[in-house]
């Protein structure tokens, strides 16, 4: 045999970058499989379930022939292909479909599955209803003890308005002790206290602080006809009641 020519055409028309060979090689393995695959699949033999299925959709498909004997006598009565059924046309004109049962379960179980499911989702709303109102009545108290804090920081705001005047007031009527021991507000570096002003404590302290502001308002008003609301030291009894609207800061409001 003659040595072939490197310099030919045969030679210098291959493609000899470096790496081609094995992409090649790699594709024509892959286009191998995928033919093997359809081979398979194709010689695959089917299971008694897919014959069946193919078979009764291949049935269900076609269109009922006059070899069906229940079409035949609707035909005989005047039926035709594609009318509603009833007297007057107002039935179904396709065929009940078939509801097939493939799995082991028995009657039933797809029925209790579902109201199973039904009430597992109920629950769930329900759970969520409960949190949603439980997170919205937490809201609603919160507000309420924000507004009652509020509410009783300015009732004490105005028990120490008061105690002042009274001390104020009192002190002008060259009175030197207060009829209650917290209607004048007590110096904070007075440590020393008898008996007496201790017993007189543990009384005040049950008040609330409403109840001693309404008191104090109702002592200012009778002793020295002053209204803390209004600021104003009136002249008599009948000066207080004709020109001051009330006794509680509602009523001035």
């Known amino acids: 045999d003659e040595e072939e020519d490197y310099m030919s055409d045969l030679f210098l028309k291959q493609d000899v970058r470096p790496g081609l060979p094995m992409v090649r090689r790699v594709k024509e393995a892959i286009q191998k499989e995928e033919k093997q695959k359809e081979a398979n699949e194709k010689n695959r033999q089917k299971s008694t379930k897919e014959e069946e299925k193919e078979r009764r959709d291949l ?125 004048w507000i007590e110096p904070e570096d007075d440590d020393k206290k008898d008996e007496e002003d201790k017993e007189d404590e543990c009384t005040s302290s049950d008040l609330s602080v409403s109840e001693k502001l309404h008191i104090l308002t109702a002592y200012l008003r009778e002793e020295h006809f002053y209204c803390i609301w209004c600021g104003t030291t009136y002249e008599d009894c009948e000066d207080l009641s004709s020109n001051c609207p009330g006794d509680t800061a509602a009523d001035h409001d």
Request: with cysteine.
């Open 59 to 183: 049935v269900l498909k076609s269109a009922l022939g006059n070899e069906n004997k229940g079409f035949a006598l609707l035909q005989k009565m005047g039926y035709k292909s594609g009318q509603a059924l009833g007297k007057s046309g107002e039935g179904i004109v396709e065929p009940i479909p078939l509801n097939i049962k493939t799995g082991r379960s028995g009657l039933g179980h797809e029925e209790l599955k579902k109201r199973k499911a039904e009430e597992k989702l109920e629950n769930y709303r329900q759970k969520l209803h409960m949190k949603k109102q439980a997170n919205e009545q937490a809201a609603d108290q919160f507000r309420i003890r924000f507004k009652n804090k509020q509410e009783e920081r300015k009732m004490e705001g105005d028990l120490r308005k008061s105690q002042r005047a009274c001390q104020q007031l009192d002190t002008q009527k060259d009175i030197d002790v207060p009829k209650e021991t917290w209607f």
